[in-house]
């Protein structure tokens, strides 16, 4: 059992119970500032640290802890004479508990209005300094830095009379990746104007142990930044089985592809490619007519829509077995409709993608790049064949090229009335992913319009696609041989808009 517990928290939630179980099992109690004076508010008995000292508080309560008289007793290994000499010589008696959490720097800096000297001021130095002490020595010490635990540590103290070693070294563990959080998020926030930092220190949380990985001889876990959670991080899923990794991975794909358009969008997902993609002015409409874009493929796919999930989408889905659904909401009559397919999942994710960066591994290192969220400048476009383009087919061109950035490269995409019709993802040869789409499109290619997410490198694609009935072609262009793809457009009289910029997604 220990004798003695500083306890300093900034969160004071279950602060009373816990200080008076500590009274009831004979536990003497040093505190600091608010702390004490909440603890005494709850009737709980304390000793000011600044007795323990024999110093004051100082600078605004920036120097209270920093002393000798605490970190000694924190920091003496209690089996070398030597230690316990220096402490009887110098009259501190040990240290055996410590409570503790910091200053809300995360939740600062996330305020809009907080300003650089708040946010200053909110970077914690006595907290960090003490739960590293008492963590460091913690075959002597328990450091305890979350009210979620505050309730095991009644249970051990009341149970088992104090806390064994292997529970002091988890509760090390866990201080001192929670401190290795804290310093990121102080990093981070002091880095917020270089796109690239010298060093990357965002930390991650983990959330989930994941059943097994992309296959079942791998194992797997989900983690989330640590700080505020944005994207498919904030999902709160309202039903359905356990999500897998690669539900994950499907659903942040759909999820990115849907809330990359303004009009209600559906998106159905395989494979991190689209099966189906179509905007409407409603979302059912969208959703028949992403799914007439292939309806074998959608069997098992992910589902993603921009707007609340109404009822008529609802039932529309209901129709196909799907394994997981993402949207910014769900009406209550849609969630109705979907409790019935106990399994699905269901994922509520806040509305829109943040800007950000992307991080891929590889073996023995990191990429990281910028997110490929910039907005297009379609008055860069060009036109550089003879026949030229109105504004409706300049409209759809421009749908197909935002589905086609999402496609895996080499990626081909087309696409009629605001709806993918036709996709070749991921091939070696753009040629075989024209070959693809055009197969895939099941004879829809007569006045559909072909994306291209890079240039054409010979005019073999071209003149298969425009050979099933192509209307319209668009591509970054930059080829040395886009002339002669110019000239297979102009021989059959059709457009083809140049983007100036590819969409590579490997």
């Known amino acids: 059992m220990p004798r003695r517990a500083l306890v300093s928290v900034y969160d004071k939630t279950g602060l009373p119970k816990l200080g008076r179980a500590l009274i009831e099992f004979g536990v003497d109690i040093v505190s600091t500032g608010s702390t004490a004076q909440a603890l005494r ?42 230690h316990l000499a220096a402490l009887t010589e110098h009259d501190i008696e040990p240290i055996d508990l410590v409570v503790a959490n910091l200053y809300p720097f995360a939740e600062t800096v996330a305020r809009p209005d907080a300003g650089e000297a708040e946010a200053i001021e909110m970077i914690d130095i006595g907290g960090p300094t003490m ?11 328990a450091v305890v830095v979350s009210p979620s635990d505050y309730d ?21 563990e866990k201080a001192f990746g929670w401190i290795a959080g804290y310093d990121a998020e102080i990093s981070t926030w002091l ?38 959670r944005t994207g498919l991080g904030a999902a709160r899923q309202l039903q359905g089985k356990q999500l897998s990794y690669n539900n994950l991975l499907d659903a942040d794909a759909a999820w990115g592809m849907a809330s990359d358009f303004s009009q209600p969008c559906a998106v159905i997902v395989k494979h991190s490619n689209p099966a189906g993609l179509a905007v409407n002015e409603s979302l059912s409409a969208a959703y028949a007519k992403a799914l007439a874009g292939d309806p074998v493929s959608a069997f098992g796919g992910v589902v993603a829509a921009n707007a609340e999930l109404d009822e008529a989408t609802a039932r529309e ?17 849609a969630l109705a409709v979907l409790q019935g397919k106990e399994n699905l999942r269901l994922l509520e994710v806040p ?66 009335d605001r709806a993918v019709v036709g996709v070749g993802a991921g091939q070696m040869s753009r040629v075989d992913s024209v070959r693809i ?3 895939k499109s099941q004879g829809r290619c007569d006045g559909a319009v072909l994306a291209s997410d890079a240039f054409f490198p010979f005019r073999d694609g071209p003149d298969l696609a425009l050979e099933a009935g192509v209307a319209a072609l668009i591509q970054p262009g930059g080829s040395v041989r886009d002339d002669e793809v110019v000239a297979a457009c102009d021989e059959r009289g059709i457009p083809m808009v140049l983007t100036g910029r590819r969409h590579f997604k490997h």
């Open 437 to 439: 789409a055009v197969d």
């Open 191 to 228: 880095h917020r104007h270089h796109r690239f930092p010298p060093l990357l220190t965002g930390v991650h949380t983990k959330i989930a142990d994941l059943r097994y990985g992309e296959n079942s001889h791998q194992q797997a876990a989900y983690y989330v930044p640590l700080g505020e």
């Open 41 to 82: 508010d709850a009737g709980v008995p304390v000793t000011e640290v600044s007795q323990v000292t024999g110093f004051p508080e100082i600078l605004d309560g920036r120097v209270k802890t920093l002393h000798p008289a605490v970190h000694a007793a924190l920091l003496a290994d209690r089996s070398k004479p030597a």
């Open 152 to 172: 095991g540590l009644i249970g051990h103290l009341r149970n088992d009379g104090g806390l064994d070693a292997d529970t002091r070294r988890e509760l090390a």
């Open 351 to 416: 509305a829109g993608i943040p800007r950000q960066l992307t991080l891929r591994s590889i073996t023995g290192g990191l990429l990281v790049q910028d997110a490929d969220v910039e907005a297009e400048r379609p008055d860069d476009w060009t036109i550089p064949t003879a026949t030229k383009v109105d504004d409706a087919l300049f409209a759809e061109l421009r749908f197909a090229w935002q589905a086609c950035k999402h496609v895996k490269s080499n990626a081909i995409v087309l696409t009629r």
């Open 317 to 333: 889905i209901a129709n196909v077995f799907t394994e997981v659904v993402v949207a910014p909401g769900f009406s209550p009559e």
């Open 131 to 141: 739960i590293r002490a008492a963590a460091k020595n913690h075959a002597w010490v």
